[in-house]
């Protein structure tokens, strides 16, 4: 078998205390799920079998986003898979649902557990863990709490030996002496022998009537098999490794992830203008030498080149933003392409689809949809513009629109290069203007337009007499 590892996500739960009708793992921060955060780090670990997503409250739209989250990681990206867990009936037996159904698609050595619940984990810590215990049989992260509240605690015998994992709400000091401020993480790493012997002998004999995985380590320990507790301290992150089960807790792991994502970009060499303002997901790229002032957000796979400046109140996601492009104040952006030394904006909104060429100008209260404006064009202002190709050098009079919409079906215009559009211009597709046209302001264009040809579609204008 090789030394390889598989990767279960617990994101199954119904996240009741979270009082939303959207289930916990598709809850946000920064602009991300929580499951898609999760998954982003576990998929940075070397010598992966594959990562499964455990699935079961709402399990067609968790699987959903399991699925567009895995689509869209960095390749070399590990194998993805979604498992269904018909009942929930606990953690322990969400990994006795799972781990039959992971060792049928792939041979790994040790599991990494998971909860979709605690976002803030750094791969980092994940990457140390699976070194540091890469030996034991069953290992977990601990950390102190001077409130420990509802977690899980860590009994240790008198040689500091861990003897067992107990739930705040059957914890008894009568059989195990004083609550001690050691809380289990939720983190698991278990040799995969080890699971299989230990899952049947699992109970749901305790007062919610569920089986835990934190009863694997008491049997662990009854065989003598070698169990760990890997402490985490506040420096290594501690806070990180907190989950997230309400509201307050989501706002609290935001705030901590936003200020993580702040100073990362200033010691990378972004300039950050009120960065206590900026939102930037832990998904999205910002290269050294652009700039960024609050308040923004910048979310999905986002990448912000070099020498480009994101001035105030743009919203910007899975967007590609090239070298040395200005963004003025109030853009939003998605799912679009930006490419070097543009101009955007102010009050410019770019819809999935939409590309702007080399040095292009597009300016305030212009739309563009499943378009591209082509080198060095210009859409000055109070334009839409969908479904549209729009050659190089060609200047979009203010007040410019492509009637891409018949009722039933989308069609597209073509404009070829140099071409002048003419202010309040309608362009109803499809249709074709080829190069070096001029449309006459105020026209309603429905033929194609041959290239050099002047199109001019208003009624001649008559003059008559004021009545008094």
């Known amino acids: ?59 067609d739209l968790v699987r959903a986003e399991a699925e567009r989250a895995a689509a869209a990681l960095p390749e070399p990206a590990p194998q993805t898979f979604c498992i269904e867990q018909k009942q929930q009936l606990g953690t ?82 009568a059989l195990y002496g004083s609550c001690p401020n050691e809380i289990n993480a939720g983190i698991y790493l278990i040799r995969r022998k080890t699971a299989e012997t230990l899952l049947p002998l699992l109970s749901n004999n305790n007062r919610s009537g569920e089986y835990y995985i934190t009863d694997l380590i008491g049997l662990a320990v009854e065989r003598t098999l070698d169990v760990r507790a890997t402490p985490v301290s506040s420096e290594d992150g501690g806070k990180a490794l907190l989950g997230v089960n309400t509201p307050l807790e989501l706002a609290d792991a935001e705030a901590l992830l936003r200020q993580r994502r702040v100073r990362e970009l200033l010691e990378a060499g972004v300039v950050l203008h009120s960065p206590e303002s900026i939102r930037v997901s832990p998904l999205a790229r910002v290269e050294a030498g652009a700039e960024l002032a609050g308040p923004c957000e910048i979310s999905g796979r986002s990448l912000i080149r070099c020498g480009t400046v994101i001035e105030s109140h743009c919203v910007i996601r899975n967007a590609v933003i090239g070298e040395n492009c200005r963004v003025r104040s109030f853009c939003h952006i998605e799912d679009a392409a930006v490419e070097a030394r543009c101009q955007v904006g102010p009050y410019a909104r770019l819809r999935p689809g939409a590309v702007l060429e080399e040095d292009a100008h597009m300016g305030n209260f212009v739309e563009m949809k499943k378009a591209r404006l082509g080198k060095g064009s210009k859409a000055n202002h109070l334009t839409y513009l969908g479904d549209a190709d ?60 041959e290239d050099g040809e002047l199109a001019v579609a208003r009624s001649r204008q008559v003059n008559l007499p004021r009545k008094k």
């Not at 009741?16 to 998954?39: C, E, F, I, N």
């Not at 860590?154 to 030996?161: H, S």
């Not at 290069?417 to 001029?438: C, D, M, Q, R, Y």
Request: charged fraction near 20%; proline fraction near 5%.
């Open 1 to 59: 078998m090789k030394d390889t590892t598989g990767v279960l996500i617990l994101a199954a739960g119904k996240g009741t205390r979270m009082s939303s009708p959207r289930p916990k793992a598709l809850q946000t921060l920064l602009g991300d799920t929580m499951l898609a955060l999760v998954l982003e780090e576990a998929a940075k670990l070397p010598g992966l079998a594959g990562i499964w997503t455990l699935v079961g409250h709402q399990a």
């Open 92 to 173: 322990g037996h969400a990994l006795m649902t799972a781990l039959p159904e992971m060792t049928a698609h792939a041979d790994f050595d040790r599991l990494l557990v998971l909860n979709v619940d605690v976002p803030l984990i750094p791969a980092q810590l994940l990457s140390r863990f699976l070194r540091e215990e890469k030996e034991s049989d069953l290992a977990f992260l601990s950390l102190s709490l001077s409130d420990p509240g509802a977690y899980g605690r860590v009994v240790r015998d008198a040689g500091g030996r861990v003897r067992a994992i107990v739930e705040a709400k059957d914890y008894d000091p």
């Open 390 to 449: 729009i050659g190089p050098g060609v200047n979009i009079g203010a007040g410019t629109i492509t009637c891409n919409y018949d009722g039933v079906h989308k069609h597209r215009t073509v404009i070829g290069g140099g071409s002048f559009i003419g202010s309040n211009t309608a362009l109803v597709a499809p249709v074709e203007l080829g190069k070096n046209t001029l449309v006459g302001a105020g026209s309603v264009i429905t033929r194609n337009v």
